[in-house]
């Protein structure tokens, strides 16, 4: 059993929106509908105010809130790859997944009716390539891997960057993990 | 470019679930002050009003939810698959709202076609009628990542609401149909205005929280009570919805007061008032919810 994670280390991000294309190109989506988004943030109050820019996507959380609001079952955690995937053919367009997700992952595309979401590219994955957003990072921000595994890259580079989790506080455990 | 982001509220359910968040109560209220009105037996106006009222405002409110759904609506088949998930409050809500609406409209409406009443139907619709009320605020209730309606008191304020406003529809449509049916509406009044009051405590409580909650919570709290919906909020819904009905109240249990007021054009206007203010209530609840913050 696998437990697909990802690690997205800051220091080394330049803010170039490469994720959001790569995405929005590999799956033919209208700008906006991609499945990584770059979110601005403050952190901090004046007068030590940082901005931080954050890619934000599905954080394919262990833990899932979409999953439990689901009405029909649509969305779904695959156990083969500890991912969140959604069936499109059962979803029927209700959106309460999207009032669900603290992070605002996922996306209403009026064109099909359906809630669409970052998959960590589980496709690929499935034919040993890298999630389209991990594959063009130019900066080699993005780490992607098995979690279960103690010796992959991803899970040693979290170990050894002590990356977190954003909002541990809702008990949703995602898979994604930051260095800032 | 990256799209700058403070605190937001949610932008992902709009006007056509506050109506029917509304709708839905109304119609379990009014089903509940008629099921109250026929508790003893007979069947008195209200009770024939407010049977009437209620299968109409739920399915008026269903169908809005499947409007507003996206390949739900362009594909009808698969609304079935709205039964299968009752992990799910929106599921669990589906079978609440389907039951709901076979029971009352045999229950409203069978004598019209001389099925006749049965009292445990009637007992049966109500313990639905509480559970539809009841699911509109928990609905909202149980979504962690939206903390203003993330707490246990928004489905007591709901169901406090539906019962007033469901209360204030029956008075409406009865003194509507006749001025005689004064007497009955007016045998009502006292629990209508307890409703109320109990509501503004259940809000008020809702609110103080709100302010003492997570940056969120506070930023809800805010735009109701000094930013984007102050207005709605200070005249919709407190002034309007909440405070002039307490105020008739009040003056309409005054001596000199009583003739004038206990009138069926002035019961009927604080009717609309109760009305006006449960769903401007909906609205600021849905509109004013803030997502948590990703970054405290």
């Not at chain 2, 509507?176 to 259940?202: K, W």
């Not at chain 2, 940056?215 to 407190?238: E, H, I, K, T």
């Amino acid at each position: 059993m696998a437990h697909y994670g990802m690690l997205v280390d800051l220091t080394m991000c330049a803010q170039c929106s490469g994720c959001t294309v790569a995405c929005e190109t590999l799956y033919g989506r209208p700008p906006g509908e991609s499945g990584v988004h770059l979110r601005s943030y403050e952190r901090g109050a004046f007068p030590s105010v940082k901005r931080i820019t954050l890619p934000v996507q599905c954080m394919q959380c262990q833990n899932p809130p979409c999953v439990e609001v689901c009405p029909t079952g649509a969305t779904y955690q695959d156990k083969a790859t500890g991912t969140v995937q959604i069936d499109q053919s059962r979803c029927v367009g209700c959106r309460y997944c999207m009032t669900a997700c603290p992070y605002g992952a996922r996306q209403f595309d009026p064109t099909s009716g359906v809630v669409i979401k970052c998959t960590f590219c589980i496709q690929r994955v499935a034919d040993g390539k890298d999630p389209a957003c991990v594959q063009t990072c130019i900066g080699h921000a993005r780490t992607f891997g098995d979690l279960n595994d103690p010796t992959s890259d991803v899970s040693v580079a979290i170990a050894e960057r002590h990356a977190i989790r954003l909002n541990p506080e809702l008990g949703t455990q995602p898979s994604v993990y930051y260095v800032f | 470019m990256p799209e700058a982001i403070q605190n937001t509220t949610q932008s992902v359910w709009g006007l056509p679930v506050i109506v029917y968040l509304f709708l839905a109560g109304v119609g379990a209220g009014a089903y509940l002050t008629s099921w109250w009105n026929t508790r003893n037996g007979g069947m008195g106006t209200l009770a024939v009003v407010g049977r009437y009222l209620a299968a109409p405002l739920v399915a008026i409110g269903t169908l809005l939810l499947v409007f507003d759904l996206g390949a739900g609506r362009m594909h009808l088949g698969r609304i079935f698959g709205l039964f299968t998930h009752p992990i799910s409050m929106m599921s669990l809500g589906t079978w609440i709202l389907t039951l709901f609406l076979i029971a009352s409209v045999i229950d409203g409406y069978g004598p019209l076609v001389r099925v006749h009443r049965v009292a445990w139907l009637g007992t049966v619709t109500a313990v639905l009628a509480v559970a539809v009320a009841i699911y509109t605020g928990v609905l909202l209730g149980v979504v962690k990542a939206i903390p203003l309606w993330n707490t246990a008191l928004l489905p007591v304020l709901f169901v406090l609401s539906a019962c007033s406003t469901g209360m204030a529809a029956v008075f409406f449509c009865s003194l509507l149909a006749g001025r005689r049916n004064l007497g009955d509406v007016e045998s009502f009044g006292g629990l209508h205005i307890a409703v109320v009051l109990t509501e503004i405590v259940v809000l008020v409580l809702l609110l103080f929280i709100a302010a003492n909650g997570s940056s969120a919570d506070r930023y809800s709290y805010m735009l109701m009570v000094d930013g984007r919906f102050a207005a709605m909020f200070w005249y919709g819904l407190v002034v309007v919805g909440l405070g002039l009905p307490i105020v008739y109240a009040l003056l309409s249990r005054t001596r000199p007061l009583i003739r004038y007021l206990q009138s069926p054009s002035w019961i009927m206007l604080e009717s609309i008032l109760v009305l006006v203010g449960g769903f401007f209530l909906r609205y600021l609840v849905v509109s004013a919810g803030a997502v948590a913050r990703i970054l405290g």
